[in-house]
């Protein structure tokens, strides 16, 4: 008889709070709607208000810079460390494309001696100066029209990506798996940056949230904002 009365007290009790809770939940709305009725700069501030709780107890443990988040490790690996990060970037290109057509048409050797870090890029800067997209559009042309490999590299191209042609002709660019972990290593970083230049108690009204720059000779498939910019 004592556990049946000690189960109904427990589950009254129970009730009660949720009932407490709906009650505190519902009358704050009302409240809220109450005062918002009243004035627009009230509704702007309560607006504020939720979006900077929201921010504060929701996005900025993930979000907000910390001494872990990409970026800081984008910055420790690769930014403190520039020109060895290129050269191993530029021994890795050459390792696996220089039996591509373009390096071998240039007689570039992979020949990195042990302890001479710079031999493959003197030799690099030597036999492959400043270059335009005209020193290459041959070897892309025997890949999309002809089906020729290993022509610039050796990876499989994915599919060929189109530049916005602003300064003349859209020019062909053939895109790789290397080349889209590579950009989504950077979109994973941009974030960080972004979160780190704002202040801890705003968020980003929104105007001022992410957007994405188009650009290309088409101008008018593009929408306008109501000023024509």
Not at 58 to 86: E, W
Not at 143 to 171: C, E, M, W
Not at 177 to 184: D, H, N, S, T, V
Request: hydrophobic share 35%; net charge positive.
């Amino acid at each position: 008889m004592g556990s049946v009365l000690s189960t109904i007290r427990n589950s009254i009790t129970q009730q009660s709070q949720v009932v407490a809770w709906c009650s505190l939940f519902f009358t704050s709305l009302t409240g809220i709607a109450l005062l918002s009725s009243y004035s627009p700069r009230v509704r702007v501030i309560l607006k504020r208000w939720i979006r900077i709780q929201v921010r504060q107890w929701l996005m900025d443990p993930y979000m907000k810079g910390s001494n872990t988040d990409a970026f800081v490790s984008y910055y420790r690996k690769v930014l403190c460390h520039q020109q060895k990060i290129n050269n191993d970037l530029l021994e890795n290109i050459l390792r696996n494309n220089h039996s591509c057509a373009f390096f071998r048409d240039r007689s570039i050797a992979f020949s990195c001696s042990k302890g001479e870090p710079n031999t493959l890029v003197d030799e690099f800067r030597e036999k492959v100066p400043l270059t335009t997209y005209s020193d290459y559009r041959d070897y892309f042309e025997q890949t999309v029209l002809h089906g020729a490999t290993n022509q610039v590299v050796s990876d499989r191209i994915i599919y060929f990506a189109l530049s916005s042609g602003t300064t003349g002709k859209p020019k062909t660019i053939p895109i790789t798996k290397k080349i889209i972990e590579k950009y989504f290593t950077l979109a994973r970083i941009s974030p960080s940056v972004i979160w780190r230049s704002l202040p801890n108690a705003s968020y980003p009204v929104p105007e001022q949230r992410s957007f994405v720059l188009l650009s290309g000779q088409q101008a008018k498939s593009f929408l306008r904002s109501k000023d024509g910019t």
